[in-house]
């Protein structure tokens, strides 16, 4: 079965940075898109960015776009975002997600939270 496990949240101060990692199981990772999500408290589960089977085509959500990198190894079965100049509005739990074929119905992890300390 599809298996997404997130790590590397923690605490941080602003402007610091961090990495998350997310390790993929149960499904063919190289022909599958992968996503980070986001869910602060009180809002919706927003997409953070996203990062096709390749590797070639990326994308950010305005908010992150020049501060986050989405990377992945496929060698691995891995994908990671790393995390620079945090903010306080960074603050949300982040969600590993996938779609892959040939269902492409969503799976997500169990999520790691992410603080930023002002």
């Known amino acids: 079965q599809v298996q997404l496990v997130e790590s590397g949240g923690g605490l941080v101060q602003a402007g610091g940075p961090l990495r998350l990692s997310c390790a993929a199981s149960g499904f063919t990772f190289s022909t599958s898109g992968m996503n980070w999500f986001r869910e602060a408290p009180g809002k919706e589960r927003d997409l953070v960015a996203g990062?096709?089977?390749?590797?070639?085509?990326?994308y950010y959500a305005d908010s992150v776009k020049g501060r986050f990198t989405i990377s992945r190894d496929n060698a691995k079965n891995m994908v990671y975002l790393q995390m620079n100049s945090l903010k306080a509005e960074d603050t949300a739990v982040y969600y590993c997600n996938t779609r892959p074929p040939p269902d492409y119905r969503d799976y997500w992890g169990r999520g790691t939270q992410v603080t930023v300390s002002s």
């Open positions: 990062i096709s089977s390749t590797g070639g085509s990326i």
